[in-house]
Structure formats: structure tokens, C-alpha cells
């Protein structure tokens, strides 16, 4: 494999990764959570609902979240997931 294709495989790799890892850090507040006791429940959670959200075709999860804590009817369609 030539070095520049495996150069833009790799950049290509981390943006996907550091793009997930901020929305669900910054979004999420996953590096401020004091959770001590099951923290990895919470992820794991946290991690459902922004698929969820995901799944549901919002592009701005914190809009998503604002908008769906507001409307409470919006939020339980949203969990329809059929």
C-alpha cells in the first residue's frame, strides 16, 4: 500500500473518531460526569440516546436534546422506534 493512501486512511480513521468522541464529550458532558458507582451503565446510556438521536436523523444532538426536553410528547415519539 502506498505511504500516502495509509497517511489518509489513518487522518481519515481519527477525524471519524475525534468527531464521535467530541459530540459525545461536549454534548453529552461525558468528561465532566462525577458519576462514580457503574459509571459504564451511564455511557452506555448515554451512548443509546445519541444513537438514538442519531438513528432519528438529527444532525445537532444538543438542539435535539434542548428541543425534545421541552416537548415531552416529541420525546416519547421519538422512542418510537417502528
Same mark, same amino acid.
Given at each position: 500500500m502506498p505511504e500516502l493512501t495509509l497517511k489518509l486512511r489513518v487522518r481519515k480513521h481519527w477525524a471519524v473518531?475525534?468527531? =464521535? +468522541?467530541?459530540?459525545?464529550?461536549?454534548?453529552?458532558g461525558e468528561d465532566t460526569?462525577?458519576?462514580?458507582?457503574?459509571?459504564?451503565?451511564?455511557?452506555? =446510556? +448515554?451512548?443509546?440516546?445519541?444513537?438514538?438521536l442519531r438513528f432519528k436523523k438529527f444532525q445537532n444532538i444538543h438542539a435535539a436534546r434542548q428541543s425534545l426536553g421541552w416537548d415531552s410528547q416529541a420525546a416519547w415519539a421519538c422512542l418510537n422506534v417502528a
Open positions: 473518531e475525534n468527531s =464521535l +468522541r467530541y459530540a459525545r464529550d461536549v454534548t453529552l460526569s462525577r458519576i462514580r458507582k457503574q459509571p459504564d451503565t451511564f455511557a452506555r =446510556l +448515554r451512548s443509546w440516546a445519541f444513537n438514538l
